[in-house]
């Protein structure tokens, strides 16, 4: 049965009544009881096990939806729930099924074309819509809890809210409250009962946190409906509750990094990567399912200030990559139940097949989304490919910028505004994107853009564009004239993800990447001419970079002279869709280059 939200909501967050035991009873487990207490009596133990996936995103399948064929990496991981349900179902058969918990950390329903597809194409929240791939292949796992992440907004709440009805476990975030009451607007956590072969029942007590930065990143959908404190402060507030309602073990999902920084700077309320933080500092835990940072983190312990005691955190490598496994040793002694060992490892999806009840179950859907990313849209006159695309401008890149910029001029025409140049902002968001010559299909188009940002046009001054384009090429390592130049190490200076460096279309410039950071910019010109710091530009921005993501200056802060609800990946199809033909020779030029003194690096 589905967690019942209204249920939850219906009674006061003081009583604790709200939340009902999730998962069910354990049935004993058969292993004896061993060891020894106090003098001459046997000790009583119990073992368990808790999973935990993260940034799931959407992959059911170990398949590209952009590519069209099976996904691969560099280093030959596979991604998806059907993968993870056959390391599940072996964990499960090891150490016995009601000796274990299952639990994600967020990100759940955007990030491939099948999330996508029945968001937008063939909606869930349709009269008598779909049940949506997602929920499905967790309801046949067998998932006990989930935490929210920030991507489970970007698709509006009414997505959100109705996915939550169609999983059959409860949707946590203590950190998400009702805007106007604020009281929690979904569980923030759940309770879970292991029966052992001696003494009471295990209460497992799993809290849900996510990230606070869907207040910036999501503003359009959750502005004045929803509002989101610190991890910490939430934590602090509901680990003492649990442990008074009789929680032998709490566990944290989190979606939330464990670096204790932000990728956002001041712009975000509180810390975005919370949860070593929420670790150190809230006595109580145990430990935490770590998400959002995409990053692979076996076992990390952090200790906590006030009992001096270990907490053990993990997060599994995204999409399905990876199953993270804490293994919990439990001691009986004076009536209670205690932790007496933690420890965390993953188990590499890469070394399973696919579970055949997951990809039978969701085989027509995998097979409408094949089918629609195969449409046809339009031809190409010639091969573009973003390979280069972090260190030169390219064609594929230009086609991003030339179509948002077009669209801004097209929405700015009549306006105050409509004189005004309009610049557009585009990063490599990935480096096997590619538009091949002849047709152009869907999945060709929406490669280039995997995210589902909008768009807005800010008003920024010559001023502000270069201290822009400064701040966006700190992303090159500095190198000296004459040093030999490999452009796999040219990039990613301070771990600046591609996604967080922009070309700026519309001007030329050189970028001195021998110069220190903040002084890279040379050569910056507007129709042949310098840019005048007080002259007046219109940048075609993604909601993003807008809200703060990235921590670019000037634009947050930027009069906002249109904004559009629909996906840039959508502007996009419907774009080539209407034209029919992309020549880059209506578009593409070089406009900047990295040099060393004046000299090109390439």
Same mark, same amino acid.
């Given at each position: ?55 799931? !995103? ?8 952009? +590519? ?23 964990? /499960? ?19 491939? $074309? ?68 604020? /009281? ?70 989190? !979606? ?22 929420? =670790? ?13 940072? !995409? ?40 009536? /209670? ?44 006159? $010639? ?20 179509? $948002? ?25 990935? /480096?096997?994107?590619?538009?091949? =010559?002849? $047709?152009? +299909? ?37 190198? =000296? ?11 990613? =200076? ?109």
């Amino acid at each position: 049965m589905a967690f019942d939200r209204r249920t939850f909501l219906g009674s006061t967050a003081a009583t604790g009544a709200a939340v009902a035991l999730a998962g069910a009873t354990s049935t004993p487990a058969a292993a004896a009881p061993q060891g020894v207490e106090g003098s001459g009596s046997r000790a009583r133990t119990y073992a368990f096990t808790v999973m935990g996936t993260t940034d799931l !995103h959407g992959n059911v399948f170990n398949w590209d939806y952009f +590519t069209d064929k099976e996904f691969d990496d560099k280093a030959h991981n596979d991604v998806g729930l059907a993968k993870i349900s056959t390391l599940v179902e072996q964990v /499960r058969a090891e150490k016995g099924r009601r000796n274990t918990l299952l639990i994600d950390a967020g990100d759940t329903i955007q990030g491939t $074309q099948l999330s996508y597809y029945y968001a937008k194409v063939d909606p869930i929240t349709a009269r008598r819509g779909p049940v949506h791939p997602m929920a499905q292949a967790m309801n046949a796992i067998g998932y006990d809890a989930a935490a929210l992440g920030n991507h489970e907004f970007n698709y509006g709440i009414p997505v959100l809210r109705k996915f939550e009805e169609q999983c059959d476990f409860p949707l946590l975030g203590a950190n998400a409250l009702d805007a106007r009451t604020l /009281r929690p607007a979904f569980a923030p956590y759940s309770m879970h009962k292991l029966r052992t072969p001696c003494g009471r029942d295990v209460k497992v007590a799993v809290l849900g946190l996510t990230n606070p930065g869907i207040a910036i990143w999501d503003k359009a959908n959750v502005q004045g409906k929803m509002t989101f404190p610190g991890l910490e402060e939430q934590a602090a507030k509901y680990v003492p509750k649990l442990r008074s309602m009789g929680a032998d073990v709490v566990i944290v999902s989190a !979606h939330s990094g464990s670096s204790g920084t932000s990728s956002y700077g001041d712009q975000l309320p509180h810390i975005e990567n919370a949860a070593a933080l929420v =670790a150190e500092q809230v006595p109580g835990i145990d430990a935490i399912l770590v998400g959002h940072a !995409h990053t692979e983190i076996p076992e990390y312990r952090v200790k906590n200030k006030a009992t001096g005691k270990d907490v053990v955190l993990s997060e599994p490598l995204k999409w399905g990559q990876r199953l993270t496994l804490f293994d919990f040793e439990l001691t009986w002694a004076k009536g /209670r139940w205690s932790v007496a060992k933690v420890a965390a490892k993953v188990l590499n999806s890469n070394t399973v097949a696919e579970d055949p009840k997951i990809t039978r179950l969701l085989s027509d859907e995998h097979r409408k989304v094949v089918a629609y990313v195969n449409q046809v849209i339009g031809t190409s006159t $010639q091969a573009m490919s973003s390979a280069d695309g972090p260190v030169k401008d390219v064609a594929i890149i230009d086609l991003i910028n030339h179509v $948002q910029a077009e669209t801004v001029k097209g929405a700015l025409a009549g306006s105050e505004w409509a004189a005004l140049p309009v610049l557009s902002q585009a990063s490599c968001f990935s /480096r096997t994107a590619a538009i091949p =010559a002849g $047709q152009v +299909t869907i999945k060709d188009a929406a490669g280039l853009y995997p995210f589902e940002n909008t768009m807005e046009a800010r008003l920024l001054t010559g001023a502000q564009v270069k201290d822009y384009l400064e701040y966006s090429a700190r992303y090159y390592v500095q190198t =000296a004239p004459g040093a030999p130049v490999d452009p796999a190490k040219l990039t990613n =200076a301070e771990s600046i993800p591609d996604y967080n460096y922009d070309a700026v279309y519309g001007l030329a410039y050189d970028i001195d990447i021998a110069q220190p950071a903040g002084s890279r910019i040379t050569g910056l010109t507007f129709q042949g001419k310098p840019v005048d710091p007080a002259a007046q530009f219109v940048l075609a921005v993604n909601n993003y970079r807008a809200s703060g993501g990235g921590n670019f200056p000037h634009v947050p802060q930027a009069k906002q002279l249109w904004s559009n609800s629909d996906e840039i990946r959508n502007t996009i199809i419907q774009w080539v869709k209407a034209k029919g033909t992309v020549d880059p020779a209506q578009f593409a030029s070089v406009d900047w280059r990295l040099t060393r003194a004046g000299v090109p690096v390439f």
